[in-house]
């Protein structure tokens, strides 16, 4: 009896030795987000464009405005800037602006932009890495309009986190661009 219980303790030795056991992979989160329909919006100011229909929008009196997306703790802040001689300068501005990140930034790609039929010129700004802003633009008729706009999110910034939610937004941005006409 003492030789059989030692048989199939060494069988069971021998079965059980045979797979090691591996941990489970780690599981990476699916973020899904709805589908965008646009709205065209009206401003006071020399513009109009589409927004999507998850923004929200809120105008401020000096033609500025933010484009809110609550459900990604995001904002899109929108300036306006009339040109009075010196669009360089503005143009300037907004870059330097844009190339402060770049201390803490990977990348910064500019996609370029233009629709002569609409007289609108623009950039758009790509800002890889943890930085405050990972998306800005400019757009302009290059004689009496500047319209600029930078992401935000209201969390300290972590790219890797945050980059399914940029690239949501910049489709957006992207359909605000190509859809900007100035009112004149």
């Known amino acids: 009896m003492r030789n059989f219980c030692a048989i199939i303790f060494l069988v069971f030795m021998l079965v059980s030795c045979g797979k090691e056991t591996l941990p489970k992979p780690v599981p990476y989160l699916k973020l899904q987000y709805p589908d965008a329909t646009y709205i065209k919006i009206e401003s006071n100011g020399p513009f109009t ?6 923004a929200k929008i809120n105008f401020k009196n000096n033609n500025w405005a933010s484009l809110e997306y609550p459900q990604l703790k995001a904002t899109v802040h929108l300036t306006y800037m009339p040109v009075n001689n010196d669009l360089s300068e503005i143009l300037k501005e907004v870059e330097k602006l844009t190339f402060e990140h770049t201390i ?12 002569s039929e609409k007289r609108v010129f623009g950039k ?14 400019r757009a302009t008729d290059s004689v ?4 600029s706009g930078a992401l935000y999110f ?29 009112k004149n």
């Open 49 to 54: 464009f589409e927004i999507s229909n998850q």
């Open 104 to 115: 803490k930034a990977d990348a910064i790609n500019a996609v370029p932009y233009e629709n």
């Open 124 to 137: 758009l700004y790509n800002i890889e890495g943890s930085v405050a802003t990972n998306i800005q633009f």
């Open 144 to 147: 009496n309009h500047v319209l």
């Open 154 to 182: 209201y969390t300290r910034p972590n790219y890797d986190s945050i980059v399914p939610a940029i690239k949501y937004v910049e489709k957006d941005i992207i359909h605000l661009i190509e859809t900007l006409e100035w």
